[in-house]
């Protein structure tokens, strides 16, 4: 899985891929046995740019999550969809009342960085098997992805109810929804979130 990247996260981390939080630190560290000519492999290697993109309506937020690789749990505790608790990229709120919700995503993929020799598990004495998730989490820290990926979530709310019918029939993913052409969005308000980041790869 890719998930979004902080600056505090580390190779072996262990990771809740739910609320995207991290664990115990060294959870799985460096195999002693292993030789040290795979070092090689961790190392960034340039490779050419990857660029991928989408766009389409969406009715649901977890439609919107999904393709983000952000946590859901964090709409429960802050009302927004994000990286961080602290982040506001995308207004749960907005989403729900707005006619039309547009997502556009470009994905950009520079290089990817594997910690092959990431293979040996911290094994913790008489840690009751209850616990094992809250303190490992359900994954681990296991390399880098380096580019961008802005995405931009596009919400509608038609002020007038006459032309509200005309806005969805004639709201097409090919339109451009600024042209002064387009008169069904000239009562309207909307709001556009975009956001950058690194993932991890967990």
């Known amino acids: 899985m890719l998930a979004p990247y902080n600056n505090s996260m580390r190779l ?16 799985v560290t460096e195999a002693k ?15 050419s740019q990857i660029v991928s993109y989408s766009s ?6 977890s439609d919107v999550t999904d393709v983000m690789n952000v946590s859901a749990s964090l709409s429960i505790k802050t009302g927004t ?14 989403f729900k009342t707005s006619d039309l919700n547009f997502f556009i995503q470009v994905k950009v993929t520079n290089q990817t960085h594997m ?21 490992y989490g359900d994954s681990f820290i296991a390399g880098w992805e380096e580019g961008g990926e802005p995405n931009a979530l596009i919400s509608v709310k038609i ?5 509200q019918c005309n806005t969805s029939a004639n709201a097409t993913p090919h339109q451009n929804a ?3 052409k387009n008169e069904a969005f000239n009562h309207h308000q909307n709001a556009i979130i975009a956001r950058f980041f690194s993932g991890v790869l967990a």
């Open 115 to 135: 910690a092959h020799d990431y293979t040996e598990f911290s094994k913790l004495k008489n840690l009751p098997v209850a616990r094992f998730t809250e303190i």
């Open 81 to 94: 969809i994000g990286g961080a608790v602290s982040g506001t990229y995308i207004d749960s709120d907005k």
């Open 159 to 163: 002020l007038s109810v006459r032309t």
């Open 12 to 27: 072996g981390q262990g990771f809740n891929s739910f609320t995207q939080k991290i664990r115990m630190t060294d959870a």
């Open 56 to 61: 389409r309506f969406v009715d649901k937020l």
């Open 178 to 180: 600024s042209s002064p």
């Open 33 to 47: 046995s292993e030789s040290s000519s795979r070092s090689e492999d961790q190392q960034p290697k340039g490779i």
